[in-house]
């Protein structure tokens, strides 16, 4: 099969394309044609060695969909061959406690991401588990499939479980013209929130403006605290969806309402971040973090 393969920790001058042999599934496992591969800022960072379960040389990839073109053994075959499906990010064991718990996604035996430790989906077939394939219904395309999991799931499960946003809050996204952030918009707005969108690039206010935000701070400083309190009358938010992480953190802390949550979803410099607990406490604040998706939600979302 043809692939793109990732020979070393670099610039785009890694990619290589290549003729791998196609993978054989192994038990439990499903050989998946793909039709589909997001690329995600994730990618990018695996890509310049941040993620060092990343093998090399290595296929990266974990926004996919495709069709399913052969069974290995023991699966229970429930969806037949040529079934459209979409792939979760990353395997669970379907027994561990968080598992039992319907929380997957946190699985104590997962394997981690496809295409870091295992192949990935850029290529023209990937062998995964069974239980991670999710049928794609009619009028959904490959490429709306391949992701829902990361980009779409990651926004949802953290909007609507973790944060709990309840309809008429304001929910500030920071990194908002990213894949995640511009999905985290429309979910935001989904349920009801008014959505503040923080973006550095004044080329990307029309974008976010026709996605759904019903205001964008344009803040290459990420010096937004005064205007988000400006944009609710001085209260400031009631929700932070934070994919920048610490470079953000300093407004955002300032930025918050009484009662406030704030949620990490990523920390693009991986630098750690400062808090008085005081702060949390005489303003009842919540700091909570959010990784990925559920199966159920994937099914749900598509
Ligand atoms: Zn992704
Ligand atoms: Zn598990």
Redesign the pocket.
């Known amino acids: 099969m043809q692939a793109i393969v990732l020979q070393g920790y670099g610039g785009p001058e890694q990619f290589s394309a290549a003729r791998l042999p196609e993978p054989v599934p192994r038990d439990g496992e499903v050989l998946v044609r793909l039709r589909a591969c997001?690329v995600?800022y994730?990618d990018v960072m695996a890509r310049q060695g941040h993620f060092p379960r990343t093998a090399l040389p290595g296929v990266i990839g974990?926004?996919m969909a495709g069709e399913i073109a052969a069974f290995g053994p023991g699966c229970s075959s429930a969806l037949p061959v040529g079934t459209r499906v979409a792939i979760l990010m990353k395997d669970h064991c379907g027994h561990c406690t968080q598992c039992v718990r319907a929380r997957d996604h946190l699985c104590e035996n997962g394997a981690g991401l496809y295409g870091e430790a295992v192949p990935g989906g850029y290529a023209e077939y990937v062998a995964v588990a069974e239980r991670v394939l999710v049928r794609i219904p009619d009028g959904v395309s490959f490429e709306q499939a391949a992701v829902v999991p990361?980009?779409l799931g990651t926004a949802y499960h953290g909007l609507q479980k973790v944060a709990a946003v309840q309809p008429g809050e304001a929910v500030l996204v920071t990194g908002a013209s990213g894949?995640v952030g511009i999905h985290a918009v429309q979910v935001a707005r989904m349920l009801g929130a008014r959505t503040i969108a923080v973006t550095t690039s004044a080329a990307k206010r029309d974008f976010l403006v026709e996605h759904g935000a019903d205001d964008v701070i344009v803040s290459h400083d990420l010096d937004f605290a005064a205007e988000a309190r400006r944009l609710t009358g001085g209260a400031g938010v009631d929700v932070v969806f934070n994919i920048v992480g610490q470079m953000a953190w300093a407004a955002v802390l300032k930025g918050m309402a009484v009662g406030a949550r704030h949620v990490f979803v990523g920390n693009l410099n991986a630098a750690p971040v400062s808090l008085r607990p005081a702060h949390a406490i005489l303003k009842e604040m919540s700091f909570l973090g959010t990784d990925g998706v559920t199966r159920a939600e994937v099914q749900t979302l598509l």
């Open positions: 997001g995600c994730h974990h926004e990361c980009a894949g």
